[in-house]
């Protein structure tokens, strides 16, 4: 008997027909992933608006507020601090400067207190010149305290050079131990905050529970 030969017969094929159809599911499939991968790239870029500060890179209230939330319900128990940072003065180096070198000065804030802070910390920027800091990575009452003035010290001695000579500039922070409800603890925190605007600016007023621990 004479067996079909041929491109005719290869064409036909179960092996040419099972190629053809596993090339086109390759394609629809990497096609798929791409759309997938701009989705999730598109959704990355709408959460990042949502959430973050334009002008500092800082969580926003909503972004600040939404990330407590998550730390927080994954890791209740563990010790954490809220320290909250109030530019001094700010009004007038808006007034006397302008806004473009106010805005460069919230922006080299939030870079310096980068610096200082651990990656696990939480940074927000929650008023005008209002910003708000949990330190989340585990740390000692006194090291809380310690850190804090770091910044404080950090932040003093930063040079904005938007203007010509350079300028410098302060902040006052409030320290205070984070518990639930969070309101509360916040807004102990910011009485501390105003503790510190009250006694010359430019210093670091904390929770005297603090003070008395070590651990």
């Not at 009004?91 to 696990?120: M, P, W």
């Amino acid at each position: 008997p004479q067996f079909p030969t041929g491109t005719a017969h290869f064409n036909s094929s179960i092996f040419w027909l099972t190629l053809q159809v596993s090339l086109l599911v390759f394609v629809i499939l990497l096609a798929v992933v791409n759309i997938i991968a701009t989705l999730l790239d598109h959704i990355d870029i709408l959460r990042k608006e949502r959430d973050e500060d334009g002008l500092t890179n800082c969580l926003n209230r909503r972004g600040f507020f939404t990330t407590l939330q998550h730390i927080t319900s994954d890791n209740p128990n563990q010790r954490r601090y809220i320290l909250l940072a109030d530019l001094d003065h700010f009004k007038a180096i808006n007034d006397t400067y302008g806004h473009a070198v106010g805005d460069e000065i919230l922006r080299l804030f939030a870079s310096t207190a980068r610096k200082i802070l651990a990656k696990e910390d939480i940074i927000g920027r929650i008023g005008g010149e209002e910003f708000i800091f949990i330190l989340n990575s585990p740390c000692s009452a006194q090291h809380a305290i310690e850190l804090a003035n770091k910044l404080r010290q950090a932040i003093s001695t930063a040079k904005c050079t938007a203007v010509s000579p350079a300028i410098s500039f302060t902040a006052s922070f409030g320290l205070s131990p984070f518990y639930t409800p969070i309101d509360t603890a916040i807004q102990q925190a910011d009485n501390f905050l105003y503790c510190a605007k009250n006694s010359g600016r430019n210093n670091v007023s904390v929770n005297p529970s603090l003070l008395k621990s070590h651990i």
